[in-house]
């Protein structure tokens, strides 16, 4: 066999010597096309149904086999965000952090680990780039270690570290039920386009459905609890139909981000008004996706968008979840 393509052993030792290996994967942000939020739960959480979409802005992990024992973190100098100012943990709170030590926890005989971060998604941007950041290392390690779980089994595991860890393992769209966890991928081969657009802030997510519940309280209207989404979503994704899609996005947050930021209703307008079928709130926000008619629609409108002081970005999706992107002895 030729050693060049041999798969890397597991076992970091040969003779005395320890062999650091890394294993490289890049784990999709994502888009919510649409999100309907329940009533708040006895339990603190609310259900929601929601489509989603993975696009073409990746996180990446770098999972490097260390001789000390335990996990260390680091955020690559390639990272594209500014981080100036900006809260990422290093430490036991952060996602990859619990990831890895979920891992080794599930693997026979790990190593120490340094995860290396390149970020990509906003940070509290309402892209899931944390959850992202949490897949790419479940995979990561699982090679790195060898633990022989299935891509189920690395899906529950997932799903205990947050809600929307497993489709960005997942990736592609799906309908997500229950906390966004029960998912169901949905059949979209055909490409839509999309620009995003950053802020220079973060919303935390349990504040905007707090916001949710309070003005909900306020208006004293009953919500239902959602049980599915609207079939013309998943059909106009099938098709490759933007048109259609633009007349049926939906997200329950966008109120309570715009509550909380009242600047991204503007954003929302410039971006229709300059060309795009349609914008929203990614999620909780304060990403704002627009949705374009084609991929030079998307170009053109990022290109002006950036002209006017956005910080704007041409995506696609529906794009793959979690994969290893080189494997490496060192
Ligand atoms: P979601 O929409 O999934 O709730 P988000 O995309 O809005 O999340 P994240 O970027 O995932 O937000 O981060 C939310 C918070 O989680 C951050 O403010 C940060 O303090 C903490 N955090 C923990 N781990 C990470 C990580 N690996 N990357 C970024 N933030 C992290």
């Given at each position: 066999m030729n050693p060049g393509n041999r798969k890397p052993s597991s076992l970091p030792f040969v003779g005395d010597r320890f062999h650091a290996r890394t294993v490289r994967v890049k784990a999709p942000g994502k888009i919510n096309v649409s999100l309907s939020v329940g009533p708040l739960r006895p339990d603190g959480y609310h259900s929601v149904a929601s489509v989603y979409l993975a696009v073409s802005l990746y996180e990446e992990v770098?999972?490097?086999?260390?001789?000390?024992?335990?996990?260390?973190?680091?955020?690559?100098?390639?990272?594209?965000?500014?981080?100036?100012?900006?809260?990422?943990?290093l430490d036991e709170r952060n996602l990859a952090?619990?990831?890895?030590?979920?891992?080794?926890?599930?693997?026979?005989?790990?190593?120490?680990?340094?995860?290396?971060?390149?970020?990509?998604?906003?940070?509290?941007?309402?892209?899931?780039?944390?959850?992202?950041?949490?897949?790419?290392?479940?995979?990561?390690?699982?090679?790195?270690?060898?633990?022989?779980?299935?891509?189920?089994?690395?899906?529950?595991?997932?799903?205990?570290?947050?809600?929307?860890?497993?489709?960005?393992?997942?990736?592609?769209?799906?309908?997500?039920l229950g906390v966004g966890d029960k998912l169901s991928p949905?059949?979209?081969?055909?490409?839509?386009?999309?620009?995003?657009?950053?802020?220079?802030?973060?919303?935390?997510?349990?504040?905007?459905?707090?916001?949710?519940?309070?003005?909900?309280?306020s208006?004293?209207?009953?919500?239902p609890e959602p049980v599915d989404v609207d079939p013309t979503i998943l059909q106009a994704l099938r098709n490759g139909d933007p048109e259609t899609?633009?007349?049926?996005?939906?997200?329950?947050?966008?109120?309570?981000?715009?509550?909380?930021?009242?600047?991204?209703?503007?954003?929302?307008?410039?971006?229709?008004a300059r060309g795009a079928l349609a914008g929203?709130?990614?999620?909780?926000?304060?990403?704002?996706?627009?949705?374009?008619r084609d991929s030079v629609s998307a170009t053109v409108l990022a290109e002006e968008l950036g002209h006017r002081g956005h910080n704007a970005l041409a995506v696609h999706g529906p794009v793959p979840g979690a994969r290893i992107i080189s494997d490496t002895l060192l």
């Open positions: 770098a999972a490097t086999s260390t001789e000390a024992e335990g996990i260390t973190v680091s955020i690559s100098p390639d990272s594209t965000l500014d981080l100036d100012g900006v809260d990422i943990p952090y619990k990831a890895a030590a979920i891992m080794a926890e599930m693997s026979e005989k790990p190593t120490g680990v340094h995860l290396e971060i390149t970020k990509r998604v906003p940070v509290a941007g309402g892209m899931g780039g944390g959850s992202a950041d949490a897949a790419a290392t479940l995979l990561a390690c699982d090679a790195l270690w060898n633990s022989g779980l299935s891509r189920e089994e690395l899906a529950h595991l997932a799903a205990e570290l947050g809600a929307d860890v497993p489709f960005s393992l997942l990736g592609g769209t799906a309908v997500g949905a059949l979209a081969k055909a490409q839509m386009d999309w620009v995003l657009v950053f802020a220079d802030y973060g919303l935390s997510t349990p504040d905007v459905f707090r916001t949710l519940d309070g003005l909900r309280d208006e004293g209207i009953e919500i899609l633009s007349r049926v996005l939906i997200n329950d947050l966008q109120r309570a981000s715009i509550t909380l930021a009242p600047r991204l209703r503007d954003t929302i307008g410039l971006g229709e929203m709130v990614s999620g909780s926000g304060p990403t704002i996706a627009l949705l374009a």
